[in-house]
Structure formats: C-alpha cells, structure tokens
C-alpha cells in the first residue's frame, strides 16, 4: 500500500507588481499590497489545522511575506528558501504593463523570443529540480511550497508529468493553490485546487 504525503503548490498573494500589472519577473523586492497581506493571512487560515513539516519557498520578498503567516502559526515548521522557485526572467517584459494583452498566460507560454528573457526550457529545468527535491528530499513530509505565477504553471506540469507545450495554459489567482499527495512511488496525484 502507498504511504501518500501532502505537497500544497501556491501562488504569492497581490504583490505591487500585481496591482500594477506589471510583469514582475525578477524582481525580488516588490513587497505585497495591503489586500496581499489580507490574503497572505487568509491562506494561512486555511492551513491552521494541516500539520505542514517544511514551507519550500522562493527567495522574492512577496513570496516571504506570503509565506510569513503560515510560518508565524505552525511551532517548529522548517523554511527552506530556493531560488528556483522564483519567477521567470520575462527579459525585456521585465517591468512593463501586461495591459492590452488578450491573454497574458498564452503570450508567456509562446513567446520565446524576449530580449534577454529565460527561455521555457531553463524554467522546465529549474521546475525539474523541485521536482526532485520534493520526491528524494522531502518524501513523507507534508510540503507546503510557495511560488509564483508562471513558475506554478510550469510545476504543476512537471509534477503531473505532462509536456507543458500540450497543457492547458493557465496560472493560479493570487492566495490559491493546487494540493497533490506523493506516493511512495514517487508519483504526484491532483487532489484538488483551492479547497
């Protein structure tokens, strides 16, 4: 019989970049607006009664803040921060509006000709890498993993083992996440969005 452990995948809450709309991309510094703290601690209401083992969480600051409540609420929870988690590097989009774009998550997804930007195969790549932490480091752990827009599309098609050319685009609102459980074989299995 498979022995299943939780592994929660969330996005940020509303960062300033967010409010803005701007692709943040890079930029580890923009901190969360006042609704993204509101959020921040309604996500972690949510968790009040999981007993979460490790917060896996990107190195941007709206990820740490987002995060914090969470932290703040669980006794003896461990934080490993990895900056593999963090965003793509959209290049020259990096800081400009996504106003007027029809649908934002398919440019991301197609556009791969960004000046300077980091091409979706180094994004699988890093995607890769949690993957395989979740599954030879943190096995058995309930994980709580904090992340990024386009970073959690990316992931939830490495853990699904889907080719993220043939996946349904999509990203995760601000505060949500996807909740998979890990067998023992190493296998994640889609438990729920948002519950």
Same mark, same amino acid.
């Given at each position: 019989?498979?022995?299943?452990?939780?592994?929660?995948?969330?996005?940020?809450?509303?960062?300033?970049?967010?409010?803005?709309?701007?692709? /943040?991309?890079?930029?580890?510094?923009?901190?969360?607006? &006042?609704?993204?703290?509101?959020?921040?601690?309604?996500? @972690?209401?949510?968790?009040?009664?999981?007993?979460?083992?490790?917060?896996?969480?990107?190195?941007?600051?709206?990820?740490?803040?987002?995060?914090? &409540?969470?932290?703040? =609420?669980?006794?003896? *929870?461990?934080?490993?921060?990895?900056?593999?988690?963090?965003?793509?590097?959209?290049?020259?989009?990096?800081?400009?509006?996504?106003? /007027?774009?029809?649908?934002?998550?398919?440019?991301?997804?197609?556009?791969?000709?960004?000046?300077?930007?980091?091409?979706?195969? @180094?994004?699988?790549?890093?995607?890769?890498?949690?993957?395989?932490? *979740?599954?030879?480091?943190? =096995?058995?752990?309930?994980?709580?993993?904090?992340?990024?827009?386009?970073?959690?599309?990316?992931?939830?098609?490495?853990?699904?083992?889907?080719?993220?050319?043939?996946? =349904? &685009?999509?990203?995760?609102?601000? /505060?949500?996440?996807?909740?998979?459980?890990?067998?023992?074989?190493?296998?994640?299995? &889609?438990?729920?969005?948002?519950?």
């Amino acid at each position: 019989m498979d022995i299943m452990s939780n592994v929660y995948l969330a996005r940020h809450t509303e960062s300033l970049n967010n409010e803005r709309k701007i692709f /943040g991309g890079v930029d580890v510094a923009a901190p969360l607006t &006042p609704k993204g703290r509101e959020q921040a601690e309604e996500l @972690a209401a949510r968790f009040r009664a999981v007993s979460l083992d490790v917060v896996l969480c990107g190195s941007a600051l709206r990820h740490i803040e987002t995060a914090a &409540p969470l932290v703040a =609420q669980q006794d003896g *929870l461990v934080v490993h921060m990895d900056p593999n988690l963090n965003e793509r590097d959209h290049g020259n989009l990096n800081g400009t509006s996504y106003v /007027g774009i029809h649908d934002v998550i398919y440019f991301l997804y197609h556009n791969e000709n960004r000046e300077c930007g980091e091409p979706l195969s @180094a994004v699988h790549a890093r995607a890769t890498m949690i993957h395989r932490k *979740l599954t030879d480091k943190l =096995q058995g752990k309930e994980v709580f993993v904090m992340s990024s827009g386009f970073f959690t599309t990316v992931l939830c098609a490495v853990l699904e083992g889907v080719d993220i050319r043939y996946r =349904q &685009p999509h990203v995760l609102a601000n /505060g949500h996440y996807h909740h998979y459980e890990l067998t023992d074989a190493g296998v994640f299995v &889609p438990r729920g969005y948002n519950l």
